[in-house]
């Protein structure tokens, strides 16, 4: 089976733009994870979708936003972004039907950057 | 939310064994992970225990849990340079969401 995929894996922004992350998550995964790596907070939660529901959410602004479609991919959502927003975010699929406590799987992440 | 601890760096010498140390807060975690990442990479998953286990072993890898602690630790035999890395331990906190570690980097040495 092909892994989890993310597009693009590297962005370059400026303050104030939005910018649009793809997760494909392994075929027959129907819950799809965001994660936010800083080096100065780690690995964050951002938010959890399973059959287009978002199911949990995580600590970060209204800014952040996701979506997922009927073939499970996920998008993910920054708008006005700033520069605290620069930071390797990982999309991570798992099954999904076992309470929310599936192995997860990790894609290769998107890199941002804030100038 | 819960707390993962972990040392924050480890250096061995090839061929020695690594052994990797993390705490968790809560006692009602289900699922113990063990990441890898490699500069630049995702998280490569190595391998989980369930809590009701104490020891799992996969090939070079073996993993202990204590509960009573709330202990968990990976150790790597016959550590390789391959196996430089930052290692992660995470818990499973809610639906979806691993709760993880600040990381763990490894050093090998020749």
């Known amino acids: 089976k092909a892994g989890v995929t993310q597009t693009p894996r590297y962005l370059i922004k400026t303050r104030g733009q939005q910018v649009t992350l793809s997760c494909s998550p392994i075929?027959?995964?129907?819950?799809v994870s965001w994660y936010q790596q800083t080096p100065g907070q780690g690995l964050q939660f951002l938010f959890e979708?399973?059959?287009?529901?978002?199911?949990n959410k995580g600590n970060f602004p209204g800014r952040f936003s996701g979506r997922q479609f009927s073939n499970s991919r996920s998008e993910m959502n920054v708008s006005t972004l700033e520069l605290g927003d620069s930071a390797l975010y990982l999309c991570?699929?798992?099954?999904?039907?076992?309470?929310?406590?599936?192995?997860?799987?990790f894609g290769p992440g998107t890199r941002l950057l804030v100038l | 939310g819960e707390d993962v601890e972990q040392s924050l760096f480890l250096s061995v010498r090839e061929g020695d064994s690594s052994v990797i140390n993390c705490t968790y807060t809560?006692?009602?975690?289900?699922?113990l992970y063990w990441y890898k990442q490699e500069p630049g990479a995702g998280l490569q998953l190595l391998t989980y225990?369930?809590?009701?286990?104490d020891m799992k072993q996969d090939q070079r890898l073996t993993v202990l849990l204590n509960k009573k602690d709330k202990h968990l630790s990976l150790r790597i035999a016959d550590t390789q340079t391959g196996d430089s890395a930052i290692y992660f331990c995470?818990?499973?906190?809610?639906?979806?969401?691993?709760?993880f570690g600040a990381g763990t980097q490894v050093v090998v040495t020749p």
């Open positions: 991570a699929s798992s099954s999904g039907l076992a309470g929310g406590q599936e192995t997860q799987y």
């Open positions: 075929s027959g995964h129907r819950s």
């Open positions: 979708y399973f059959s287009e529901t978002q199911r």
């Open positions: 809560d006692s009602s975690s289900t699922y």
């Open positions: 225990i369930f809590s009701n286990m």
């Open positions: 995470a818990e499973f906190e809610s639906w979806g969401k691993l709760q």
